[in-house]
């Protein structure tokens, strides 16, 4: 009886091992990068570093990539002041109006301005999907900035009845999928970030006109990007950034944070308080052994300043892209408060960006620093 106890045993554990065996080489193939793969690539690539870019000809994400105002002109001008400071890669965010209205157009324009980029050294990371500011985006002609409001024009991906209604998702899987697959294996991209902030509420600009239960679709949708992504199966990284919340210990992080880091290649996060709290949320996230990315930093009022935390980012081998690249139609020199309280003038201390239209930088000792980390 012992011996037949004992090959049944056996012959469950070779079965269930082979189940596993093969559940593992799925999952290498279409699912999440091993940590081995994921710190691999970024030894291979290096320090990546750079800005949250937006040609100040747009004031949203719309007004980039729509035919009728897309400007090489402008985005090759200001990427090569990007190289001039040692930046060699740029987060860029993309729209799903634009492919749902063209894509082919749309791929078109990217495939230039991937060129226009490749041309400075400059990689890129996209960002597909955005639960951040106005929720009712729309194709066409775009506001005027309202003066002196920080953003007062950028608008979310996808819009608010899109999201509240997942019979209205298939577009959207095309456009996840069309993207990713049509450039899978271009070197020019570094990472894919797959949605920006889903469950921000913009409780300050669009409080009162949001979707009810955002958080509860933004999440559901976030799922279905990432399911979209992987059977698109780039050669690049994934990754969707934790943006608040308490990420001290695993188990005490909020659901849709969990589900982000355990099924991006690449962890990443935005920090705009400070050093201390740069340093503590890089030491919380190194935890999962993956190379690490800061998608969203530097707001100088507030401490989160390219002298206090760029040493940081680099002492710990964590790539980052600040907020705003040069002062324009987003008007992000001005503060967030922006939107209760009145500025009638350029802030004497800018919030974000680095370089007025004209090129010169708005703090020269500042831009000779970020040369002196990136540059070194």
Not at 316 to 339: L, M, R
Request: contains cysteine; negative net charge; hydrophobic residues 35%.
């Amino acid at each position: 009886m012992k011996k037949i106890t004992n090959i049944v045993l056996l012959t469950f554990l070779f079965v269930f091992g082979s189940c596993s065996s093969a559940v593992e080489e799925k999952e290498d193939t279409l699912g999440r990068w091993s940590a081995e793969k994921a710190n691999q690539w970024y030894e291979e690539t290096g320090w990546l570093i750079g800005a949250n870019f937006n040609p100040s000809t747009a004031i949203n994400q719309l007004e980039m990539w729509q035919a009728e105002t897309f400007d090489p002109e402008t985005i090759d001008k200001e990427l090569s002041w990007a190289a001039g400071i040692g930046f060699n890669s740029m987060r860029v965010y993309l729209h799903d109006l634009v492919w749902k209205d063209d894509p082919e157009g749309l791929l078109e324009r990217m495939e230039q301005y991937l060129e226009i980029a490749d041309s400075h050294g400059i990689g890129t990371m996209f960002v597909l999907l955005d639960g951040v500011w106005h929720p009712y985006p729309v194709l066409g002609e775009q506001p005027t900035p309202i003066p002196h409001v920080h953003n007062s024009g950028w608008v979310q991906s996808p819009n608010i009845h899109v999201l509240a209604d997942p019979d209205k998702w298939g577009y959207l899987e095309e456009y996840v999928k069309g993207v990713i697959s049509h450039f899978s294996d271009d070197k020019r991209i570094h990472v894919w970030d797959l949605y920006n902030e889903p469950d921000n509420t913009n409780n300050v600009a669009y409080g009162d006109i949001e979707l009810e239960n955002k958080r509860e679709m933004a999440f559901r949708l976030l799922q279905e990007s990432f399911r979209w992504a992987r059977e698109a199966n780039p050669s690049q990284p994934v990754t969707s950034g934790l943006w608040y919340g308490d990420w001290s210990v695993h188990e005490n992080m909020k659901e849709i944070d969990r589900f982000m880091v355990e099924n991006s290649d690449v962890i990443s996060f935005h920090s705009y308080d400070g050093p201390e709290t740069m340093e503590q949320r890089i030491e919380y996230l190194q935890r999962y052994n993956r190379p690490i990315f800061c998608t969203e930093y530097m707001a100088r009022p507030r401490g989160s300043t390219f002298k206090a935390e760029l040493p940081i980012l680099k002492n710990h081998n964590v790539s980052g892209y600040n907020w705003g690249f040069v002062a324009g139609k987003s008007q992000t020199i001005y503060p967030w408060d922006s939107w209760e309280t009145a500025y009638t003038a350029e802030p004497g201390l800018w919030f974000h960006d680095i370089f007025r239209s004209d090129g010169t930088p708005y703090d020269e000792d500042e831009a000779e620093f970020i040369k002196s980390i990136t540059l070194e």
